[in-house]
């Protein structure tokens, strides 16, 4: 092999081992980033929590890269009991930051580590304040006053008690018993919330049955007050009626008199009129009365010197 190309070689060799040694002996930190080094399993100097370029030494020295930016912890459903003797199932989660890295690496070492211990704490600092509360507690916030829907009537509001502390005093009551506890881990966790709460299926059976006698006995209340109401609206009906009925019956007799009056008043006149027309008046009046009075089996017996017998008379 000619030397120019062993030269080459070698030339070539020394800049990969020379650019190897430069990228092992550099590492960047991202701004959602902060890290620790070790050296043989032992941090060394400060934490790297600027972002850029930064120096190790190679080989003998590793980068521990944690994350800066909020984390969170979803805690397991848990079976708790509250001060009233009532086990709910208690689904919480949180929201955490490492604030100190070098710590954090001396006492969990890694994330996996820090949610482990986060869910013993959460776990049992929830566990703690539940016990010390009653449901009423735990479900609500602030002594609010509900709005009816007009379903349930004004009983709706008499079913909430008083709360003195609530739900979120709760949660802000387990927030900063938890930040006690982790205040030599390195972290700080900055919310803690109840995600959900439900009953236990032997207690659920119990509430829902509850619910429905309640819901049952208002809404026989409302249906006793309907069939009152609906009794006093007849009753005022019929009165109404009979009212009515009454004084339509008042002005018909009223118009009836006044017709009749007229009709004598007609017939007053009729009579006070000349012989002729007095006499037709009669003739008609006594052709309405024969008209009224017999039928084709009609038998009577009249005088000659009576008023209906005279036009028959004269028709012989």
Same mark, same amino acid.
């Given at each position: 092999?000619?030397?120019?190309?062993?030269?080459?070689?070698?030339?070539?060799?020394?800049?990969?081992?020379?650019?190897?040694?430069? =990228?092992?002996?550099?590492?960047?930190?991202?701004?959602?980033?902060?890290?620790?080094?070790?050296?043989?399993? @032992?941090?060394?100097?400060?934490?790297?929590?600027?972002?850029?370029?930064?120096? @190790?030494?190679?080989?003998?020295?590793?980068?521990?890269?944690?994350? @800066?930016?909020?984390?969170?912890w979803d805690g397991d459903p848990n079976q708790l009991p509250t001060k009233?003797?009532?086990?709910?199932?208690?689904?919480?989660?949180?929201?955490?930051?490492?604030?100190?890295?070098?710590?954090?690496?001396?006492?969990?070492?890694?994330?996996?580590?820090?949610?482990?211990?986060?869910?013993?704490?959460?776990?049992?600092?929830?566990?703690?304040?539940?016990?010390?509360?009653?449901?009423?507690?735990?479900?609500?916030?602030?002594?609010?006053?509900?709005?009816?829907?007009?379903?349930?009537g004004e009983e709706a509001g008499d079913t909430l008690s008083e709360i003195?502390?609530?739900?979120?005093?709760?949660?802000?009551?387990?927030?900063?018993?938890?930040?006690?506890?982790?205040?030599?881990?390195?972290?700080?966790?900055?919310?803690?919330?109840i995600k959900r709460l439900n009953y236990v299926e032997e207690v659920r059976?119990?509430?829902?049955?509850?619910?429905?006698?309640?819901?049952?006995?208002?809404?026989?209340?409302?249906?006793?007050?309907?069939?009152?109401?609906?009794?006093?609206?007849?009753?005022?009906?019929?009165?109404? =009626?009979?009212?009515?009925?009454?004084?339509?019956?008042?002005?018909?007799?009223?118009?009836?008199?006044?017709?009749?009056?007229?009709?004598?008043?007609?017939?007053?006149?009729?009579?006070?009129?000349?012989?002729?027309?007095?006499?037709?008046?009669?003739?008609?009046?006594?052709?309405?009365?024969?008209?009224?009075?017999?039928?084709?089996?009609?038998?009577?017996?009249?005088?000659?010197?009576?008023?209906?017998? @005279?036009?028959?008379?004269?028709?012989?």
């Amino acid at each position: 092999m000619p030397a120019k190309n062993t030269k080459l070689i070698i030339y070539l060799s020394l800049i990969a081992v020379a650019l190897f040694l430069i =990228l092992e002996c550099i590492y960047k930190v991202r701004e959602t980033e902060q890290v620790v080094i070790t050296q043989f399993g @032992k941090p060394v100097g400060e934490p790297k929590i600027t972002p850029g370029l930064k120096l @190790k030494m190679p080989f003998i020295q590793k980068v521990n890269y944690f994350e @800066k930016r909020y984390m969170e912890w979803d805690g397991d459903p848990n079976q708790l009991p509250t001060k009233d003797k009532k086990f709910i199932f208690v689904d919480a989660y949180a929201r955490w930051q490492i604030t100190d890295p070098l710590q954090f690496f001396k006492r969990l070492t890694d994330e996996r580590g820090a949610q482990s211990r986060l869910a013993d704490i959460l776990d049992g600092e929830t566990r703690d304040y539940i016990a010390g509360h009653n449901l009423e507690e735990i479900v609500r916030s602030t002594n609010r006053t509900p709005i009816s829907s007009g379903q349930l009537g004004e009983e709706a509001g008499d079913t909430l008690s008083e709360i003195q502390t609530g739900r979120l005093e709760i949660e802000k009551m387990i927030l900063k018993s938890s930040n006690e506890k982790v205040s030599d881990l390195g972290i700080v966790i900055l919310d803690v919330r109840i995600k959900r709460l439900n009953y236990v299926e032997e207690v659920r059976t119990q509430i829902y049955e509850r619910m429905k006698s309640e819901r049952y006995r208002i809404a026989e209340r409302f249906r006793s007050e309907g069939q009152g109401e609906a009794s006093k609206i007849n009753g005022e009906k019929e009165r109404d =009626l009979k009212t009515i009925q009454s004084e339509a019956f008042r002005q018909a007799e009223e118009i009836r008199g006044r017709a009749d009056a007229r009709a004598a008043a007609i017939y007053a006149d009729a009579y006070d009129q000349t012989p002729t027309a007095r006499n037709l008046y009669a003739f008609v009046k006594s052709m309405e009365a024969f008209r009224m009075t017999f039928d084709t089996t009609t038998t009577i017996i009249l005088s000659t010197d009576g008023e209906l017998y @005279k036009y028959l008379k004269d028709f012989r």
